[in-house]
């Protein structure tokens, strides 16, 4: 008898729970809301979980920038364009990585070697951008088995100095001074130097740009200018 018992329990039990939840139900209908039962669910309910941020994408190399400054670096400074192309595309990646103007690193190099990858000074500077291993031993010893010769090291090095001397010198000018040694020089010659360059660089740039839009429009003008052509052919010979 006693499971019977516990049967019925059950039963009691679960019919007033039932009851429960519709009093429940009714009081909430006297008061003007509706029941939970009835209720729409929540927009944080139903929303979809929000999709993962995607990560950040490098920023794309601006080929008519670059390819404007290959153009002035190999006139200049005789060096073959897939060369120019590689010091420059470096100076662009490592410019945006560390968070300094691309053109101003490749005016460095410029002043520094020439674009001669295996310019060595007196003084013990190495590479494109005159790179003085003992003294950035520990960032060198991040690279272990690298060579300071390599350009894409001896670019991503150099620009890193720069970027330390251009925080610590608080301008473009007195970084420059502290990237050559000279902060003591009173008339900054070696930034002003570096400054040209750079200006120049620029100026090729402009120059590049003005060209492509050049190019963009000729078509359109060449056919105007047959459209006119053939008109005044067909006035001639009527």
């Known amino acids: 008898m006693k499971p019977a018992l516990d049967r019925r329990a059950a039963i009691s039990l679960a019919a007033g729970i039932v009851l429960c939840g519709v009093a429940g139900s009714e009081a909430e209908l006297a008061r003007g809301i509706a029941p939970a039962s009835l209720r729409a669910p929540s927009a944080a309910a139903i929303a979809p979980p929000a999709p993962a941020s995607a990560p950040a994408r490098p920023k794309p190399a601006p080929g008519r920038e670059i390819d404007a400054l290959v153009e002035a670096v190999s006139r200049k400074y005789r060096v073959s364009q897939s060369a120019a192309r590689e010091f420059v595309a470096t100076a662009y990646r490592e410019g945006w990585r ?37 003294f950035h031993a520990d960032k060198i010893a991040e690279i272990p088995g690298a060579s300071v010769l390599d350009p894409h090291l001896n670019i991503q090095l150099g620009t890193r100095v720069l970027k330390e001397y251009l925080l610590r010198g608080g301008t473009e000018i007195a970084g420059l001074q502290l990237y050559n040694g000279s902060s003591g020089d009173a008339t900054n010659a070696y930034a002003m130097r570096v400054l040209r360059e750079k200006e120049r660089l620029q100026e090729a740039i402009r120059r590049g740009f003005g060209k492509r839009a050049s190019s963009d429009r000729e078509p359109t003008a060449t056919i105007a200018a047959d459209k006119i052509t053939k008109q005044n052919g067909v006035r001639q010979a009527s």
């Open 98 to 134: 560390l968070g300094v103007d691309p053109v101003l690193i490749v005016a460095v190099m410029a002043i520094e070697s020439s674009f001669n990858p295996v310019a060595e000074s007196e003084g013990g500077a190495v590479g494109l951008m005159q790179v003085i291993p003992r």
